[in-house]
Structure formats: C-alpha cells, structure tokens
C-alpha cells in the first residue's frame, strides 16, 4: 500500500521508509515560526526547561514575524516584541523581521512563504493554528502551542502522530467569479466545523491545478476551521517557479502515491459552485451570497493572511472600479510586500490604490494581523458594537473581531466587495458582465 | 485512587480559544507568574452575555475544578493561553464529548488539565453548580448532586506523557532530551 504525500514527509522527516495513520513518530523539524503573541511564551518554556543561557537548535531554523499588536499603544504588546528583539540578539537569529524597520514584513503566514522560508517536502511548525497555510507549496504545516514550540527550540524535534487524509477532488475549469474562498467554504460547510479533526486534507484535481500559489493558500490556511491538521497540495510548475524566485535552497517534492490510502475522497466540480458566505459564528456555516441579499451590513474588512493577499486586492479592485461603496470598507494588507503591490499594479491604467480611493474606502492601512482578531482595544477596524462585518479573514467566532455583539460574514474579497457597494450582501456576479 | 471533586461548570458544543480567552489579553505572558495569574481571571470571558460568569467580578479563580462540554472544545487558535487560563482560574479537568486537536495537545504537552473524553453527551447530564467526582484512574465521573455515575475514556496513546507530566518530563523520562 502507498503513502499519501503528508505521510511520504513525515516518514522522510522521521527517518523511516514507512509510516501509517495513527503512528507517532519524531520528526525532525525544517521551521519554526513564531511571532509576538506566542514567541515570548515559547521563549520562556524553552529558557525555563534547557537553562537561561541555552541556545537555540538551528538559529537558521527559527523563524520570528512579529505581525498581531504591532500599529497599537499598547505598552505590554511593545513590551513582548522587546523581548523578542533581545532573544533573537542573545542567539543571533539571521531570520527576525522586526516592526518598525524596513526589514519588517506584516502577517507570517504571508510574509513566510514570501521571504523564501517553505519549500515543498519539509516540515514546518509555528506557534499559530493558521501555519496550515504553507501546505499551499506542498510542505507539511501545522499549528503548535508554546510547550511544543519551547522543545522544538532547544531539540529540532517533535513527537507527531500521522494524520488520517481526507482528499478532496476539485475538478472542471474556475469561473471568473469563484475564489479560493468559496471552495473552502463549501468544503467546511459540507464536512462541518469538527470534520477533519485530527486529519490531514489533501486538495488536487484540475480546478486546484489552475488556482494561483496565493489562492492554494486560501484553501490551505482554512482547514483548521473543520479542525484539518494540515492542508495539503502537491507541488506543481507553479510552486517551483515561486519557490525558486524567493529561495536558493534546495529541496525535494514529494507527491502521493496512487495507492495511497485515503479515508474518503470527495469530489467537486469548480463550474457549479457559487460565491457564498459563512454566516455567524461558525465558518462552517455555509450559504449562497445570492440567497442572503437581505442581511443588511455596516462595514466591510479586506484583510487576514486568508484574503489580504495581492491576488485579494486585485479581485476586490475588480469588483470595486468605477463604483462607489455604501459602508465604511477596510482594507489591511497582510504584508508590505502586499502593500506595495496595491500602489504599483494596475488595472486599465489606474492602481489599486487609486481606484480604491475612488470608491471611497478607508485609507490603506499599515500591514499586519490588524481586526482580523480583535487586539487591544486601538486596533485599526476593531468591531466595538453591533456591527454586521462582510470580511474575508477566517474566523466568525463570537467576539473575534472585537466585540461579542458584532456578527461577522465571511467571504472572499470578490463577494466582499460586491456586497461593500451595496451595503447587503451580494453575489460578485451583478457586478461581473 | 487519583480523584478530582468539585463544583462544575458546563457548556455546549464549539467552545472556542476567542471564547475562552479573548485576544485583548494575549498580550500576557504564560511564563511571567503574575500574567500567568491575570490569565485565569480572564478565563472564559468571551463566552458571548447570558452565560453565569466563570470568574466572579474582581475574583482571580474560579470555583468549578471541572468543565464538562460538548463536542469540538477548544476549537480555533493554537494560543496556549487557552489551557493556561482554566489551568491558572483552577480548573483540574476539562470532560468534552470531543475536543479540537491542538487544544488537546496543548493540555497534554503543559500538563495543565487532564482532557478527558465522554463516552455520551455528558453536558446534557450535568447543570453547572453541580458536584462532580472523578475517578482518574477508574476512568469514571459521579454526578454527586444527581447520584449518577458514568464512565469516560482512557487517555489512550498520550497516557505516558500525561502520567509523566507533559512532553518535557516525558522526554527526559524516556531518555530523547537530558
Ligand atoms: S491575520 Fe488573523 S488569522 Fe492570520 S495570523 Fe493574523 S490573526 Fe491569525
């Protein structure tokens, strides 16, 4: 019997010609990837469990992106990116993209794959759910507490059980009005918010084939919302080519074998879905955004290492040009990299931040985590009352934005913008010819 | 016998980390002892209003060692202040009919609170304020309020780590870090 391609990586990582559902194995670690909500705490397991003075395993390993409290006054936030600043000194850690530098970058999960740090086949943890992402380029990818990510530190190592894979198989071509989004909205509202716990899901088939390395990574980044361990795409000419434009280190992709075993395996077909939203307050709360014009919204919010992507502005600037929004709409590019994609590309001669200003959205903001979860109480797009939120960030839980009150739809920055120019929310079609 | 006594504290499905500690205090650090306090006094405080508070106003514990839920507890972010926070408001044990994956590891890896899984929905059995007794060992919770008992299950394949008391003592017990 074959493996699929998460097993092939762990076995690999394992040191093991085979490896199963259900085994747990060490793996050797290739990233770890911290930033300033998590990275002091993981600082202070480590320092605590291996000694004040110890160091770390790999310093070209470690990988620390401060993005979550970064454009706020909070003093205990500026206090948690000091200590990262003193421990990446003390262990001389070449890869700290630090706030308030030209060497800053924005939000990880952007800014990670951006700066060269995945390559297809190896191993990657960070001290964050939404790490899942990097699977987008055909590595394994998953989210780990402070504890895990204090032993990776000071080991290079972790003791991991291999998931089970759930293979999803997207065929047919993607109409010009379908996201990423909406794939994995639909697959979340299918398998449900606990559907994938504990399992890896495996995306392929011809309509994942055509997506942008950016739009795989749509899909990867949500599978922790039906609790996914890692979301998984196998490499293709694509990823090569974006790999080794960021990157000269090499690396070898592995793929699944034919008889790999899966423990299901469902299939879409991309021309018959349609744009749609997650109502509150679970993502896997599916439905059609043509068949939900009545809810009436009070602001818009572009933004997330889920849809703050250049690939995200473009396709909102799509919908947006020419047209004016009726609701306060945000906008919070993931990283600087993003951000000054929206000043230099161009659309019938006008850039993205010339026809975003004509529409009337908020002024760009500054890249980082931003609303996408709330933060201190002077977070830029925080919800503070009832506010209705079309948004295309991941996460619809009570409170996530800020407020327990607010109600948050997600979707994909076409449908958002669609439904900033209405005020309600609408399928991105009415404004497609 | 190991055994775990006291008031409980119950909630439904989907129970996520946004929910058990909202991210305006993520900025605390679980290492620093006086944050690691401030934490548990949060816990719990973003369950949306009309829930009986978890922590009363201007307590920093909690007066329920024992939450019992319903399926997928502790969904969402991978933030170890999650388990933190009911560890630090004094909180011994979680009883879910299931929980979300890094959640669970998260419990077992710190050695905050025991994760234990309910054969049935047990959140339905159980009305919070409730007393409650865990048999650790004999894998069994007593409703002392109703008289009922139920079995739960085994910790299964993190049993070592959990008995050694987290991934660090776990390690050095079976020889991979010194
Ligand atoms: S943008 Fe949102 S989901 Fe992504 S890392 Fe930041 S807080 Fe998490």
């Known amino acids: 019997m074959g493996m699929t391609l998460t097993e092939k990586i762990l076995a690999r990582a394992a040191g093991k010609r085979v490896v199963g559902p259900g085994d747990n194995v060490w793996v050797e670690v290739d990233i770890l990837l ?37 454009f706020t006054a909070d003093e205990m936030s500026h206090r948690n990116v000091e200590s990262l600043r003193t421990f990446v000194k003390e ?21 990670l794959p951006q700066t060269g740090h995945v390559r297809p086949g190896e191993v990657i943890f960070g001290t964050d759910s939404h790490t899942c992402t990097h699977g987008a380029l055909g590595a394994f990818a998953t989210g780990i507490g402070n504890t895990d990510a204090g032993f990776i530190m000071g080991t290079g190592k972790l003791l991991i059980k291999v998931p089970k894979t759930l293979r999803f198989t997207v065929d047919g071509t993607v109409p010009r009005y379908l996201m990423g989004k909406d794939i994995i909205l639909k697959i979340i509202g299918d398998i449900g918010f606990d559907g994938a716990s504990y399992c890896a899901m495996e995306f392929r088939g011809d309509a994942i084939n055509q997506l942008s390395i950016e739009e795989r990574m749509t899909i990867c980044n949500m599978v922790i919302e039906a ?42 077909d991309a021309s018959k879905l349609e744009p749609c939203v997650a109502e509150p307050h679970v993502p896997s709360n599916f439905a059609l955004a043509r068949e939900r014009n009545d809810v009436k919204l009070d602001r818009a919010y572009i933004g997330s290492c889920t849809g703050g992507k250049i690939t995200d502005f473009v396709a909102a600037a799509r919908i947006l040009k020419g047209q004016k929004v009726a609701i306060p709409t945000f906008l919070v590019p993931a990283t600087v990299e993003v951000a000054e994609a929206i000043m230099s590309s161009m659309i019938d001669g ?79 079609r009415e404004f497609m010819s | 016998m190991k055994t775990i006594r006291g008031s409980v504290y119950v909630l439904k499905d989907d129970i996520d980390t946004d929910q058990i500690i909202p991210a305006q205090y993520l900025n ?13 006094s949060h816990a719990l405080s973003g369950l949306p209003d009309g829930h009986t508070l978890f922590v009363k106003p201007g307590a920093i514990k909690a007066e329920y060692p024992v939450i019992i839920a319903g399926r997928n507890f502790g969904c969402g972010s991978s933030r170890e202040h999650a388990p933190v926070c009911l560890g ?29 899984e309910s054969g049935q929905r047990l959140c339905d059995l159980f009305k919070t304020g409730d007393q409650a007794e865990i048999n650790v060992e004999g894998a069994q919770v007593t409703n002392l309020t109703s008289g009922q008992s139920y079995s739960i299950k085994e910790l299964g394949a993190v049993a070592p780590v959990v008995e050694a008391g987290g991934i660090f003592a776990y390690a050095r017990k079976s ?4």
Request: with cysteine; proline share 8%; hydrophobic share 35%.
């Open chain 1, 350 to 428: 006008k850039s993205l931040v010339e026809i975003f200003a004509e529409a009337g959205c908020e002024d760009v903001a500054p890249p980082s985590c931003a609303a996408c979860l709330g933060g201190p109480t002077d977070t830029f797009g925080r919800t503070t009352g009832k506010e209705a939120v079309i948004s295309t960030t991941n996460r619809n839980f009570p409170g996530r934005m800020g407020s327990k009150q607010s109600r948050i739809y997600l979707a994909s920055p076409l449908t958002a913008a669609a439904s900033a120019i209405r005020g309600r929310i609408t399928d991105p």
């Open chain 2, 28 to 40: 605390l650090v679980p290492t620093i002892p006086e944050e690691y306090t401030k934490l548990g």
């Open chain 1, 91 to 111: 262990q001389s850690l070449p890869y700290y993209y630090d706030p308030g530098t030209p060497n800053y970058k924005g939000v990880c999960h952007v800014a």
């Open chain 1, 34 to 70: 911290t930033h300033d909500v998590c990275g002091p705490g993981t600082i202070g397991v480590f320092q605590r469990e291996f000694g004040r003075m110890a160091k770390v395993w790999d310093p070209s390993k470690v990988v620390i992106i401060p993005d979550h409290y970064i």
């Open chain 2, 175 to 178: 020889g991979i870090i010194k």
């Open chain 2, 88 to 116: 630090a408001a004094g909180v011994k044990a979680v009883i879910a009919e299931s929980y979300a994956r890094i959640f669970f590891r998260n419990c077992v890896a710190t050695g905050e609170l025991y994760p234990f």
């Open chain 1, 227 to 268: 609790g996914g361990k890692n979301g998984i795409i196998a490499p293709d000419e694509k990823t090569f080519e974006y790999v080794k434009a960021r990157t000269d280190k090499p690396f070898e992709a592995l793929y699944s074998d034919t008889d790999a075993r899966v423990e299901c395996d469902r299939v879409y």
